[in-house]
């Protein structure tokens, strides 16, 4: 069983330059999640969602956009990359909120803006 | 806003020994609560949870500590194991993130097991 599996691993982007961070899981989850850690910090949300056709904002959502075409994937666009956009970036899902909250996460995709 | 905070950055052990790293939260509606490793360039790893009407909970080496008179939490890990050195992070789970029960992360705390 995969569980979250995140790609590329590390990608080094010009400023300006867009890519998107794929994420996909086979555990049926239908709660998925973006969040993005700077050195030395905790994690921070930058989108989520509830289920396929169903995003929303978190915490730091701007420049960044994503879609939730089926219940496995779940892609992170950047559109126009920035240096404050360094950061680890990971996925995660979990199985049925408020009843097992459990986020399961992936390895994380390691990007630097120069 | 409300937060979850750590009181310590770094906490260094002896093998054997047991440790235990500390966490304040200053959101009082939360109701669920989550400790999670983070090894060395992976993903956070779930560790062992806690709902807000239990005070302890027991897993494997670890224990979960909650006491919500003064907003804090505590992660127990017993026998420290030089596998145990990691980032660990606290989170939390507000009834007010509604239906998306969203998580808000600690800065985490760096332990570290000494031979």
């Known amino acids: 069983n995969a569980g979250v599996t995140q790609t590329p691993k590390f990608r080094i982007l010009k400023i300006g330059q867009s890519m998107t961070l794929q994420c996909t899981q086979d555990?049926?989850?239908?709660?998925m999640y973006w969040y993005r850690q700077d050195p030395g910090m905790g994690l921070k949300l930058i989108y989520y969602?509830?289920?396929?056709?169903?995003?929303d904002k978190g915490e730091v959502p701007n420049g960044y956009n994503v879609s939730r075409s089926t219940t496995e994937d779940f892609p992170l666009r950047l559109e126009l990359a920035a240096p404050s956009q360094t950061s680890v970036y990971f996925c995660?899902?979990?199985?049925?909120?408020?009843?097992?909250?459990?986020?399961?996460f992936g390895s994380g995709t390691q990007l630097s803006v120069l | 806003g409300e937060s979850v905070g750590l009181h310590l950055p770094t906490l260094s052990v002896q093998e054997g020994d047991n440790s235990i790293i500390n966490c304040a939260y200053s959101?009082?509606?939360?109701?669920?609560f989550i400790w999670y490793k983070q090894e060395s360039g992976k993903g956070p790893q779930f560790i062992i949870d806690i709902r807000s009407n239990m005070d302890k909970r027991q897993g494997q080496r670890v224990t979960v500590l909650l006491n919500k008179t003064v907003k804090h939490l505590s992660l127990q890990i017993a026998a420290t194991q030089p596998g145990d050195s990691a980032v660990y992070f606290c989170a939390e789970i507000p009834i007010s993130s509604g239906s998306a029960r969203q998580l808000t992360f600690g800065s985490g705390t760096q332990l570290t097991v000494l031979p």
């Open positions: 555990m049926n989850h239908n709660y």
């Open positions: 959101n009082s509606a939360s109701d669920y």
């Open positions: 969602s509830v289920g396929a056709g169903i995003t």
């Open positions: 995660a899902s979990s199985y049925r909120p408020g009843t097992n909250e459990k986020l399961f």
